[in-house]
């Protein structure tokens, strides 16, 4: 076992990941870690979680990859339980969060094209983030990236978030659409607050141009309802759905208004492993759990609990604010030892994530339990009291 032969696009520990269960993450020295990334926030029911094993083991005896030529059941049942969960009507399904937004982006600029006199510019937030594709890379307003790749997909209006006059100043003419994470996830956990998303959809609306929720991090009960948008009631024209919906198993989807698939002819979007039976089974498993009587609930419950530790954490040791909304929350230390402080809390058997240089994120699986919660407040505590060490010794 090397990695010598990989292209080192990030930094990794030396022992591979070997097995999984639940919140607990396995390596290959056989140490042990409370999980708090969950692969990005990937394993909505925890590591190999058995009814999505089951489903997956299932259809890949039943049947594979029929070729996106021909429907296949997972699909047609995916699409339906999606459009109905979401009052949305029309689903494509794809396989990562990136190939989602770059269908949104085009659908917005199909609609744009045939529906609003050749609109074809989409108003996006700074610090957002949107994927790694050329065109999601472009709508994002993650910094550092302006000057990655250049030339950059043009036609991208950055404003700040949580901001609805700046998002009536920007739209013009050449607008077709807003896009915006109801909750910036990997720009900081910064959410917009209920009001601003109810004014957005309200403005978007006046302004005649669509507006989309990329809902990869905060979608399917991340935030203790099934959509971020939900807490403030907003139904998008289209939204993005990616991470949690295969609860591990890569797949993803857009969802959209009737008014905006209208607009699609046959041939103009598509790809090779659209609609995967596989990943179209797995996230109908996913749907069952998360959508069980109580289930969201638990989360809310669950992030309460997560989020009053975090605040007695920030009080203890001095630190900032502790942001964001069910299973989706974030301690601002108020310096740049995030690194330190995930490292040390990793060398503690806990695995979190620094989105940015000062914050710490905490993304568990939807299922966790409060014991397993107060063990990562308590191993996260002895992290963060190692920091001023730790910094002084850099
Ligand atoms: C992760 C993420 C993406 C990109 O998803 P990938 O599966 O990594 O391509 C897009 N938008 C948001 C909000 C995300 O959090």
Redesign the pocket.
């Known amino acids: 076992m090397s990695h010598l032969h990989l292209i080192t696009t990030t930094q990794r520990p030396a022992a591979p990941m070997v097995s999984g269960r639940g919140s607990w993450l396995a390596d290959a020295d056989g140490r042990r870690y409370l999980d708090f990334v969950q692969g990005?926030a990937v394993n909505s029911l925890g590591h190999s979680p058995p009814a999505v094993a089951a489903a997956i083991a299932r259809q890949a005896g039943e049947l594979l990859c029929p070729s996106p030529s021909f429907h296949n059941r997972p699909l047609l049942d995916l699409a339906t339980a999606l459009c109905r969960i979401t009052t949305l009507d029309r689903a494509f399904v794809g396989t990562?969060?990136?190939?989602a937004?770059e269908v949104a982006i085009k659908l917005a600029r199909t609609w744009g094209a045939r529906r609003r006199g050749g609109a074809w510019r989409i108003v996006t937030m700074h610090g957002s983030?949107?994927?790694?594709t050329l065109a999601?890379m472009s709508a994002s307003g993650k910094p550092g990236w302006e000057e990655l790749f250049e030339p950059k997909v043009p036609g991208f209006d950055k404003v700040p978030p949580d901001d609805p006059a700046a998002v009536a100043r920007a739209i013009g003419p050449d607008t077709a659409a807003v896009m915006l994470?109801p909750v910036l996830?990997?720009g900081g956990v910064i959410p917009f607050s209920d009001g601003s998303l109810r004014a957005i959809r309200a403005i978007t609306r006046e302004a005649g141009v669509l507006l989309i929720h990329?809902e990869?991090?905060t979608g399917i009960g991340r935030t203790g309802r099934f959509l971020a948008g939900d807490h403030a009631g907003v139904r998008p024209d289209i939204l993005?759905l990616?991470?949690g919906l295969g609860g591990g198993v890569p797949i993803?989807a857009v969802l959209s208004d009737e008014s905006v698939a209208a607009c699609v002819e046959p041939g103009e979007q598509g790809g090779t492993f659209t609609g995967h039976p596989l990943g179209c089974a797995a996230a109908l498993a996913v749907l069952d759990a998360v959508l069980a009587p109580g289930f969201l609930g638990r989360v809310e419950a669950a992030g309460a609990r997560l989020r009053a530790g975090l605040e007695r954490i920030s009080i203890r040791h001095g630190l900032g604010a502790v942001r964001g909304r069910g299973l989706l929350c974030a301690l601002d230390l108020g310096a740049p030892d995030a690194p330190r402080v995930v490292e040390a809390a990793r060398a503690g058997g806990l695995l979190l994530n620094a989105p940015r240089p000062h914050l710490i994120r905490c993304m568990p699986a939807l299922t966790v339990s409060d014991a397993e919660i107060d063990q990562a407040l308590a191993l996260l505590d002895a992290a963060c009291s190692v920091r001023p060490a730790m910094a002084a010794a850099v």
């Open positions: 990005w990562s969060g990136a190939e937004v983030y949107h994927g790694r999601a994470e996830g990997e990329d990869i991090q993005t990616g991470k993803s």
